[in-house]
């Protein structure tokens, strides 16, 4: 390769990062351009990151997807949709401090939540809404009265952070994998339904 070439390689090169640095990974196009709706999810191993995702595919892909630690600005969007995965009975710290910290822009555009928890395994009732949803993360919204949902997720110990592994390892937890796209996708439809 000659000097000019090299030049022109790497400023092209350049180029392409600066016009990727502004790509999201998880962005969507779909046919209908005009995004009114957020999912806002928080996640430790993914399974929350998934139902997000899959929620929106449920209302046909109009829906931009976050994770909370992108710290989405909520301004932009009429109607939100926000969950998150459960460690020791609550959503984590930074989506709790997201929701305080956008009370304001929560007012009256939250159209669903739920939450995706492990359960033991076992199947989810109205006990886990009544935990989860109206006692923990409607209030952390501020609201009551939405459409909510409680997902049984999953446990992928390449995933996870050393203590919890331990931790999860110890209670002899074997790996699992209940969360359902289908279940996901029918929560999605029913809120933009509902709206
Ligand atoms: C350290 C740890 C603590 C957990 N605590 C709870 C809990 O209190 N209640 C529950 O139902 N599930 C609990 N789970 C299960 C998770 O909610 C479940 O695996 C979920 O799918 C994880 O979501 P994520 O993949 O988005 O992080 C826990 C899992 C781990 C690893």
Redesign the pocket.
């Known amino acids: 390769m000659d000097k000019r070439q090299f030049f022109k390689t790497g400023f092209m090169g350049i180029g392409a990062l600066l016009v990727s640095s502004k790509l999201k990974a998880l962005e969507f196009y779909p046919t209908s351009p005009v995004k009114k709706w957020a999912v806002v999810y928080s996640?430790?191993?993914?399974?929350?990151?998934d139902a997000g995702v899959w929620i929106s595919e449920g209302m046909d892909g109009i829906a931009d997807v976050f994770d909370v630690r992108e710290n989405p600005d909520l301004s932009k969007y009429e109607n939100l949709v926000i969950g998150g995965?459960?460690?020791?009975?609550k959503v984590s710290n930074q989506m709790q401090e997201f929701l305080a910290q956008n009370n304001s822009a929560l007012k009256g555009r939250v159209r669903g939540l739920f939450a995706?928890?492990?359960?033991?395994m076992q199947p989810v009732g109205p006990e886990q809404t009544k935990t989860l949803i109206d006692n923990h993360l409607a209030k952390l919204c501020d609201t009551d009265n939405v459409l909510s949902k409680v997902f049984l997720?999953?446990?992928?110990y390449g995933l996870?952070d050393k203590d919890?592994r331990q931790?999860?390892e110890g209670f002899d937890m074997p790996e699992y994998d209940n969360?359902k796209r289908a279940d996901c996708m029918a929560f999605g439809k029913e809120i933009l339904s509902n709206a």
């Open positions: 996640t430790w191993c993914g399974s929350s990151r995965s459960i460690r020791s009975g995706v928890c492990g359960n033991m997720g999953r446990i992928t996870m919890s931790m999860m969360l």
